[in-house]
T-cell receptor, first 108, second 115 residues
């Protein structure tokens, strides 16, 4: 069965520090991976997807098939990055399997 | 405003009652979903519909019944509510059946509290 693991419930960093939100997955096929973000009082929204190899709001994520990881990184955290982050894999059954989420807290 | 909307935003009810949550999307999407987020923030798929046809029905008690009157609406009806049904329920929609560029658009959520 597909599974997404986010080992950290809470990650607290100071402004300007590097951030890495961990995500590991188990999936038998070719995974399609995403990061979704939920800012305070806002709805869940797509941050980035691995296929696009894009950088959004300074965040990047590289798919490492050998380590089955899709960690989210940002070199310099900003206070406005504080939010709940979910890693998700598209299962091919037309739905997303989400990790349990990591709350990122960026302190001034 | 183009979006996925849900009503009500909050729902407080007694055990044993029957309640419905409505979801509408005006994005022209073909596929709609219901997710449940529990108290530990786990988000889990419950159902998905494509063009009014049920695609996914995860292991959900049959007290939960989705209804899709048209492809813009996917309502969730819950019979005989139990304490464990307390959660936030999210509706979502996407353009197609999935793919490398699939993006799901989420509603604001409905917080259900069963007393």
């Amino acid at each position: 069965a597909q599974r997404v693991t986010q080992p950290e419930k809470l990650l607290s960093v100071f402004k300007g520090a590097p951030v890495e939100l961990k995500c590991n997955y188990s999936y038998s096929g070719s995974p399609e991976l995403f990061w979704y973000v939920q800012y305070s009082r806002q709805r869940l929204q797509l941050l980035l997807r691995h296929i696009s190899r894009e950088s959004i709001k300074g965040f990047t994520a590289d798919l490492n098939k050998g380590e089955t990881s899709f960690h989210l990184k940002k070199p310099f955290a900003q206070e406005e990055d504080s939010a709940m982050y979910y890693c998700a894999v598209f299962t091919g059954r037309r739905a997303l399997t989400f990790g349990s989420g990591t709350r990122l807290q960026v302190q001034p | 405003d183009t979006a996925v909307s849900q009503t009500p935003k909050y729902l407080v009810t007694q055990m044993g009652n029957d309640k419905s949550i409505k979801c509408e999307q005006n994005l022209g999407h073909d596929t709609m979903y219901w997710y449940k987020q529990d108290s530990k923030k786990f988000l889990k798929i419950m159902f998905s519909y494509n063009n009014k046809e049920l695609i996914i029905n995860e292991t959900v008690p049959n007290r939960f019944s989705p209804k899709s009157p048209d492809k813009a609406h996917l309502n969730l009806h819950i019979n005989s509510l139990e304490l464990g049904d307390s959660a936030v329920y999210f509706c979502a929609s996407s353009q197609d059946l999935g793919g490398l560029y699939n993006e799901q658009f989420f509603g604001p959520g409905t917080r259900l509290t069963v007393l």
